[in-house]
Structures are given as C-alpha cells and as structure tokens.
C-alpha cells in the first residue's frame, strides 16, 4: 500500500505562485508514474501533470506548472506559477505503476490516492 499526503495548498492571487508536495509512504515510489489532477467545485476530475520515466502536462498547465520529484525524500511536487482564477481547485496527488502517457491522464488508471489539498486564486 502506499499513503499520499499532499500539502501546499492555500489562498492566493492572480499572477502568484504556490508549490505543492505530495510525500509517498508505505513503499518507495520512484518507479511509479505520479500523477497531479485537480477538481473543481461541480467539475469531473481534470488531469494536471504527471512525472515517470517521462513528464506530461495538461494544455493550460504547460509554461505555468512544472512537476519534479525527490527519490531521496519520496516525495512529488508540482510548482504552478502565474496562478489564475480557474486554477482554484482541491489538487490530488496520484500513484500508479506501469502508465503509458494517454493512461497517465485518466484518473482510473491510479490505484493510489491523497486527501487533496485546496488551491484558491482570487482575482
């Protein structure tokens, strides 16, 4: 099993910047593709970024969001910057072994998720 802890989140403004974390335990991750995906009030969940043997952005992310990750710490960020309004979302953090970059972006394809945490941007 694997536990996901995402932290970061919080009330900002247009045009700023926030990093999420997403910490791994239960199992070292550094072999699994980890995924961020967001949901917005009455919105179906909406892939973000996703980090592997490769790294894959959502259209509107590409520019602004960047994902990385730390095998020594077992951990996962994404750092978004020039945040907008229609960024305001719970952000979720995602785990799953063996994803080809289309699977990466469907939510069902992880067996592993975090609580979220709840990125505001007022405008």
């Known amino acids: 099993q694997v536990q996901l802890v995402e932290s970061g989140g919080g009330l900002v403004q247009a045009g700023d910047s926030l990093r999420l974390s997403c910490v791994a335990s239960?199992?070292?991750?550094?072999?699994?593709?980890m995924g961020w995906f967001r949901q917005a009030p009455g919105k179906e969940r909406e892939f973000v970024a996703v980090i592997s043997w490769f790294s894959y952005y959502a259209d509107s992310m590409k520019g602004r969001f960047t994902i990385s990750r730390d095998n020594a710490k077992n951990t996962v960020y994404l750092q978004m910057n020039n945040l907008k309004p229609e960024d305001t979302a719970v952000y979720y953090c995602?785990?799953?072994?063996?994803?080809?970059?289309?699977?990466?972006?469907?939510?069902?394809?992880?067996?592993?998720w975090g609580q979220g945490t709840l990125v505001t941007v007022s405008s």
């Open positions: 995602a785990a799953a072994q063996g994803l080809t970059i289309a699977q990466a972006m469907r939510p069902t394809k992880y067996n592993y």
């Open positions: 239960g199992r070292t991750v550094s072999s699994y593709a």
